[in-house]
Nanobody, 126 residues
Framework: QVQLVESGGGLVQAGGSLRLSCAAS?????????????MGWYRQALGKQRELVAV???????NLSDSVKGRFTISRDNAKKTVYLQMNSLKPEDTAVYYC???????????????WGQGTLVTVSS
């Protein structure tokens, strides 16, 4: 079984920064044996639909939401199966639960179309 484990959420004042991390892991095998095409972050604010924040492919192509361009940066370490979201100049409207997402995960002949992390809360106070 492959899991996505997030860390780095918390409370920060407007204008501050946070860094989220998400690591893929397998309970029965080393991360060396699996590949992930796309990793990224989505968020869901209270009463709103989940929305894309940023995703990055294994080749380094990035898709970033217009609402976070110039403030957030996404990166990944393919060897560590980890994706990061550096969030700067945070605004109260960035407050949400941030979910890690992985698409097309392959491990020893098994393919997972999509996996989600448990979510980490980011709260930006004004």
């Amino acid at each position: 079984q492959v899991q996505l484990v997030e860390s780095g959420g918390g409370l920060v004042q407007a204008g501050g920064s946070l860094r989220l991390s998400c690591a893929a892991s397998g309970s029965r095998f080393s991360i060396d044996v699996f590949s992930i095409d796309v990793m990224g972050w989505y968020r869901q604010a209270l009463g709103k639909q989940r929305e894309l924040v940023a995703v990055v492919t294994s080749g380094g192509s990035i898709n970033l939401s217009d609402s976070v361009k110039g403030r957030f940066t996404i990166s990944r370490d393919n060897a560590k199966k980890t994706v990061y979201l550096q969030m700067n100049s945070l605004k109260p409207e960035d407050t949400a639960v941030y979910y890690c997402n992985a698409k097309n995960v392959k491990v020893r002949g098994v393919r997972y179309l999509e996996l989600w992390g448990q979510g980490t809360l980011v709260t930006v106070s004004s």
